[in-house]
């Protein structure tokens, strides 16, 4: 079976009803399918952390390190909206979704391989040891890093909308399952940032370490291996615990009539999209232009700005790094906490709108806090007796630490509010779920694409620091902010008492 042979479908806008539109699934079936966020999460700590680093050791200069990333949000502008309109029309025996799931999780094992062998494919094929740039591992890591991009796309929107498909309709449902989802999400973003900050774990698998690949890459090249591992399990449970059943294919006349390719059918889409959906991609895009600098240089920030180390002279970078790890595990715990947390904040008076707006201020905060960190790091260097510089004070790291805790608030707000909103209103109008929210993920990717593109020459312009990009995008939610308090339409009635019984949205 082939997702192209089975579930290509007919390109028909009518979009059939889910198996469990009738009745929603048991709750334990929503939490093993939410479960895989926690496999894909790992993998994507890992690459928050420790990828932009290894593209530097690779040889990549810190100006075009962010050009590695723009694969990212173009394979996100392309696979996601088109992997969810097929998996809203696939005929499969196997189900909607499931194919989907299946596909992108066996495309991650292999991009995971790739890049985590990418040192050792390079020397093999030429590369020399011990010295950079060595372009034939870069270039095997850009082609997995390519296809790992690729790989979760076509596996989180068909994700997002199985469990939307199992929520029945509901929108409470619909709030519970993206918050389990969030928590997921947390919970592999802890393990993940957790394997990254230890320094020995390629002791596990000794056989990680080889002469083309160091201590920094053999740790990595473990934390993949695990990955593969923790991913295959939850995608296994998940395909194993869920059924689908078949959707019929449309009335062939009807096919054949209102046949047309497929992003002909999103840019219908687009332009057919309601006016509450337009509203949160908005607000969707300026919160995403403040989040990407961070989340693209965050532990870069550590090793360069806190710890005023250099790539590939001595060891402060890389303590660096592993302290950003360490941060970020800190802010997985906090996003898993507020996770869970937020359904409790729409209760009473406080409501979507201010939940959002509100968290998008906190996130304008723990931005320009950096700016703090910084300067106070700057300005209390120490060197020891031989003149080489030591480690930044306790009081630095420790407000640095506490910036990665704080931004895990804003954090699990952004990871959820918006696809229950996005879940719900193409409820209303009648939108196939895969295809809404593979919509919403171009208000995620195309201001990625912008970050990526502008962020490295940016930072140049002012220094090569990563500060300027980070008050871009302290402004930028600020925008985000204003736009959910002022703009955003609130949830329908009935959705909002929903959402406030039990949904963290």
């Known amino acids: 079976m082939t997702i192209q042979d089975d579930c290509s479908g007919p390109s028909s806008l009518e979009i059939q009803q889910s198996p469990w539109q009738q009745g929603k699934a048991p709750i334990r079936v929503i939490i093993v399918v939410a479960a895989i966020a926690a496999g894909v999460q790992f993998g994507w700590a890992l690459q928050l952390s420790l990828l932009t ?21 173009i394979s996100g502008l392309l696979v996601q909206p088109i992997a969810g309109y097929y998996s809203d029309h696939c005929t499969s025996r196997f189900g909607r979704r499931r194919p989907f799931i299946a596909a992108g999780s066996s495309l991650v094992a292999v991009a995971v391989f790739l890049i985590g062998f990418a040192a050792d494919i390079g020397v093999a094929s030429g590369d020399p040891l011990g010295k950079s740039p060595k372009p034939r591992a870069t270039a095997v890591f850009v082609v997995g890093f390519w296809v790992l991009d690729v790989a979760n796309n076509m596996l ?10 199992l929520s029945g309709g509901e929108a409470r449902r619909m709030s519970t399952s993206n918050a389990l989802f969030s928590f997921f999400m947390a919970v592999g973003n802890v393990l993940g940032y957790a394997a990254g900050s230890y320094t020995q774990l390629y002791s596990i698998l000794p056989f990680s370490k080889t002469t083309a690949c160091e201590v920094y890459c053999a740790n990595l090249k473990t934390c993949f ?27 062939p006349d009807l096919a054949k009539k209102k046949q047309i390719p497929v992003f002909g059918e999103l840019f219908s889409a687009l ?45 402060l970078y890389d303590q ?41 201020f906190l996130l304008a905060i723990g931005l320009a806090m950096t700016v703090v960190v910084t300067k106070s790091a ?42 229950a909103m996005a879940s719900i ?23 990625q694409m912008f970050v990526s593109v502008l962020s490295g020459p940016w930072d140049a312009l002012f220094g090569g620091g990563n500060l300027p990009a980070f008050v871009v995008g302290a402004v930028s939610a600020v925008v985000s902010g204003v736009l959910a308090l002022t703009i955003l339409p609130p949830p329908p009635t009935g959705a909002l008492t929903n959402l406030s019984g039990g949904g963290g949205h």
């Open 53 to 73: 680093p290894y593209v530097q050791l690779l040889g990549v200069p810190h100006t075009w390190a962010a050009f590695v990333w723009l694969c990212g949000p």
């Open 156 to 165: 989180q929107g068909p994700c997002r909308a199985l469990l939307a498909d």
């Open 225 to 251: 291996i695990i990955a593969i591992c923790l991913l295959i399990t939850t995608t296994v449970l998940a395909l194993f615990f869920v059924t689908e059943e078949p959707q019929q294919a449309a009335e």
């Open 271 to 315: 332009k057919g999209l309601p006016r509450p959906m337009w509203i949160v991609m908005l607000v969707t895009a300026f919160n995403w232009v403040a989040w990407f600098p961070f989340l693209l240089f965050d532990t870069d920030w550590m090793g360069r700005e806190v710890y005023g180390g250099k790539v590939g002279e001595g060891t």
């Open 320 to 360: 660096g790094v592993r302290a950003g790890a360490l941060g970020l595990m800190i802010n997985s715990v906090v996003l898993a906490f507020a996770s869970l947390g937020v359904q409790f904040l729409s209760k009473g008076y406080v409501g979507v709108k201010k939940i959002w707006g509100g968290a998008n």
């Open 378 to 419: 700057q300005g209390s260097r120490h060197h020891g007796p031989d003149g080489v510089l030591l480690n930044p004070d306790s009081g630095v790291k420790i407000g640095a630490l506490a910036i990665f805790g704080f931004l895990g608030i804003p954090l699990a707000v952004t990871f959820s509010i918006p696809f």
């Open 425 to 447: 209103f193409s409820s209303d109008s009648g939108s196939g779920q895969g295809l809404s929210l593979g919509l919403l993920n171009l208000a995620i990717v195309v201001p």
